[in-house]
């Protein structure tokens, strides 16, 4: 059970750890959310308190990544990358983002995630991303709303 201060108010959640993350100077929490079976990130710098949560049913790894597998959001961006791109992707991806490797040698790969184009920092940070990554990719599906944020950012260099 994990305690966060939250703007004014203090919340607490039953989690399952996943993963301990830092990413740009900041510590995150990866957790599944025992009460609403879906994953969540908790900044570590709200949080205010940690104590042992007893349930019913004891909870294991696989059985959450399973509920995760099926809870999965849509995948609308999918990538191919060569080494180029996989080289860069070593050096920053968000942390949401994984790929697997298509050939025996690691010298392509596939990425699949859901990118949120509600989110204007997401847009934004996923397109400063793909740009990052350079030239060394093919866009197999990309939401309409990344492609105008490429378009636009491509165009500040246009005479």
Same mark, same amino acid.
């Given at each position: 059970?994990?305690?966060?201060?939250?703007?004014?108010?203090?919340?607490?959640?039953?989690?399952?750890?996943?993963?301990?993350?830092?990413?740009?100077?900041?510590?995150?929490?990866?957790?599944?959310?025992?009460?609403?079976?879906?994953?969540?990130?908790?900044?570590?710098? /709200?949080?205010?308190?940690?104590?042992? /949560?007893?349930?019913?049913?004891?909870?294991?790894?696989?059985?959450?990544?399973?509920?995760?597998?099926?809870? @999965?959001?849509?995948?609308?961006?999918?990538?191919?990358?060569?080494?180029?791109?996989?080289?860069?992707?070593?050096? /920053?991806?968000?942390?949401?983002?994984?790929?697997?490797?298509? @050939?025996?040698?690691?010298?392509?790969?596939?990425?699949?995630?859901?990118? @949120?184009?509600?989110?204007?920092?997401?847009?934004?940070?996923?397109?400063?991303?793909?740009?990052?990554?350079?030239?060394?990719?093919?866009?197999?599906? &990309?939401?309409?709303? &990344?492609?105008?944020?490429?378009?636009?950012?491509?165009?500040? /260099?246009?005479?």
């Amino acid at each position: 059970m994990i305690t966060l201060k939250e703007e004014a108010e203090i919340k607490s959640y039953p989690i399952y750890l996943l993963h301990l993350y830092q990413e740009k100077s900041h510590w995150i929490i990866e957790g599944f959310d025992v009460k609403e079976e879906k994953k969540k990130m908790f900044p570590v710098d /709200y949080l205010i308190n940690v104590e042992p /949560y007893m349930t019913k049913k004891r909870l294991n790894k696989k059985k959450i990544l399973e509920k995760l597998s099926k809870k @999965n959001e849509a995948i609308n961006l999918v990538l191919e990358l060569g080494p180029k791109a996989i080289a860069q992707f070593k050096k /920053y991806h968000p942390l949401k983002v994984s790929i697997s490797y298509t @050939n025996p040698y690691q010298s392509t790969a596939i990425l699949k995630t859901f990118i @949120n184009v509600n989110n204007l920092d997401e847009l934004t940070e996923i397109t400063n991303w793909l740009l990052f990554l350079g030239k060394d990719i093919k866009m197999k599906a &990309v939401p309409e709303e &990344v492609l105008k944020g490429l378009k636009e950012r491509l165009c500040l /260099y246009c005479p």
